[in-house]
């Protein structure tokens, strides 16, 4: 299926030239992964499924943010995906393993990409940077940890008002319900989108994050 009929199926629409631009990211994605090991997907139906489609899930968030964090973003999903769709969008991203940064400034490069900086580091050490605290209103994870401990690494990024997206399979149901208690007492208001993946049906859910004004003490 085609990547425009696959993002239809999501009510997600964007334009023919982001179609083109997704697609060499893909070309780009499977050519170094043969020499690079980027990713565990090698079928190309399945990437366009299970990291295009599923990065952009995340659009209707970007479409209303200004600066976006990206924690751990592997090879660059969400991040890239969204830059491309979202070229307004100021984009950090950050991951700890090299060869993924290499490849998400490779494409930058390739794809003559600007406005999005990727950094080759640990988010802990990241958060100790005062540049990047409390800097960004839209902040997300990708399968990165429970969502407890995202929400404890995430929560001084964000600006007052922010939102912090936890990009989840069905385990997210019930890492919100495990977690109820800590996100009330702590001031966080939780809303779950679910939906599934169109190739394979498989679940997705997005866990979305807001915190109370009056609880942030950045």
């Known amino acids: 299926m085609a990547l425009t009929e696959l993002l239809r ?16 990211l893909v070309d780009e994605l499977l050519r170094w992964n043969r020499r690079r090991n980027l990713t565990a997907i090698t079928d190309r139906n399945e ?18 943010a200004t600066r976006f964090l990206d924690i751990g973003s ?9 830059k491309i769709t979202c070229p307004d969008l100021e984009v950090v991203s950050v991951d700890a393993v090299g060869k993924k940064i290499d ?26 940077q005062q540049t990047y605290r409390a800097s960004f209103d839209l902040v997300t994870a990708r399968a990165l940890c429970p969502l407890g401990e995202l ?8 600006t007052p008002g922010g939102r912090l997206i936890a990009m989840k399979g069905p385990e997210g149901y019930d ?8 996100l009330r007492q702590e001031g966080w208001t939780a809303t779950l989108h679910s939906l599934n993946l169109p ?17 942030f003490t950045h």
């Not at 489609?53 to 479409?63: C, G, K, N, W």
């Not at 890492?175 to 800590?182: G, I, V």
């Not at 190739?199 to 609880?215: N, P």
């Open 103 to 128: 490849f998400q400034r490779h494409i930058i490069r390739r794809l003559r990409l600007e406005g999005i900086t990727t950094l080759h580091e640990r988010v802990e050490d990241l958060e100790k």
């Open 151 to 158: 929400v404890v690494l995430a929560e001084s990024f964000l």
């Open 47 to 64: 990437v366009l499924e299970k990291h295009l489609v599923d990065s952009l899930t995340l659009l209707p968030f970007a479409r209303q």
């Open 9 to 24: 199926t999501l009510d997600l629409k964007i334009t023919p030239q982001d179609i083109l631009l997704l697609e060499r």
């Open 175 to 182: 890492e919100l319900s495990e977690q109820h208690d800590f």
């Open 199 to 215: 190739l394979s049906g498989a679940e997705r859910c997005l866990v979305e994050l807001t915190r109370c004004q009056d609880k």
């Open 74 to 82: 592997g090879a660059g999903f969400p991040s890239l995906p969204l």
